[in-house]
């Protein structure tokens, strides 16, 4: 079983920064990816940021791209996401997810941008 643990959200003012972790732990097979989704209130969960665990390419969705950065601790099965100039839209519950033969998910970490 794998279990992950998020951590670093936080209420920040807009155009703050904050930085996400995520630490796998457990039995794995092969990783190939970690990443990382979010929901905010009254939506549907969406794509933020994914990074491949062996070529560490990093993908991100459209309304992340050149403010956030996804990177890994390949030794310590852990991912981070670093968020820069953070909106009041970025707010929302954060997952992080592994994949390998299954897909697992963390619990959630809470990130509040306030205007």
């Known amino acids: 079983q794998v279990q992950l643990v998020e951590s670093g959200g936080g209420l920040v003012q807009a155009g703050d920064s904050l930085r996400l972790s995520c630490a796998a732990s457990?039995?794995?097979?092969?990783?190939?990816?970690m990443g990382w989704f979010r929901q905010a209130p009254g939506k549907e969960r969406e794509f933020v940021a994914a990074?491949?665990?062996?070529?560490?390419?990093?993908y991100y969705a459209d309304s992340v791209k050149g403010r956030f950065t996804i990177s890994r601790d390949n030794a310590k099965n852990t991912v981070y996401l670093q968020m820069n100039s953070l909106k009041p839209e970025d707010t929302a519950v954060y997952y992080c997810?592994?994949?390998?033969?299954?897909?697992?998910w963390g619990q959630g970490t809470q990130v509040t941008v306030s205007s």
């Open positions: 990074i491949s665990w062996s070529g560490g390419n990093g």
């Open positions: 457990g039995r794995t097979s092969v990783v190939v990816a």
């Open positions: 997810y592994l994949r390998d033969m299954n897909t697992y």
